[in-house]
């Protein structure tokens, strides 16, 4: 059974970073788009970053660019989320979500709660 486990999640005063961290089994990592979506108590998920199976070409939200990068090792079947000067409208549950680049199956993790106090 496929998995993705997040990890890095925690408490952080306002101007702190966080590296978020999923790990996948199970499943052929290189063929996937990997993205980091988050959801705000009350809120609907919000995509935050995308990473590319085949060039790792990236995408971000505008209320994260130039805060938030995404990354991944395929060697590792690992995708990462380097969250820098966050705001405490970045508090959230923060998952990691696979799609196949062709056959378009999709995964979720679990999710990581990321709060930032002010």
């Known amino acids: 059974q496929v998995q993705l486990v997040e990890s890095g999640g925690g408490l952080v005063q306002a101007g702190g970073s966080l590296r978020l961290s999923c790990a996948a089994s199970?499943?052929?990592?290189?063929?996937?788009?990997m993205s980091w979506y988050r959801q705000a108590p009350g809120k609907e998920r919000e995509l935050v970053a995308s990473?590319?199976?085949?060039?790792?070409?990236?995408n971000y939200a505008d209320s994260v660019k130039g805060r938030f990068t995404v990354s991944r090792d395929n060697a590792k079947k690992a995708v990462y989320l380097q969250m820098n000067s966050l705001k405490t409208e970045d508090t959230a549950v923060y998952s990691c979500?696979?799609?196949?680049?062709?056959?378009?199956?999709?995964?979720w993790g679990q999710g990581t709660q990321v709060t930032v106090s002010s």
């Open positions: 979500n696979a799609v196949h680049a062709l056959r378009r199956t999709e995964y």
């Open positions: 199970r499943l052929t990592f290189s063929n996937y788009a």
């Open positions: 990473i590319s199976s085949r060039d790792g070409s990236t």
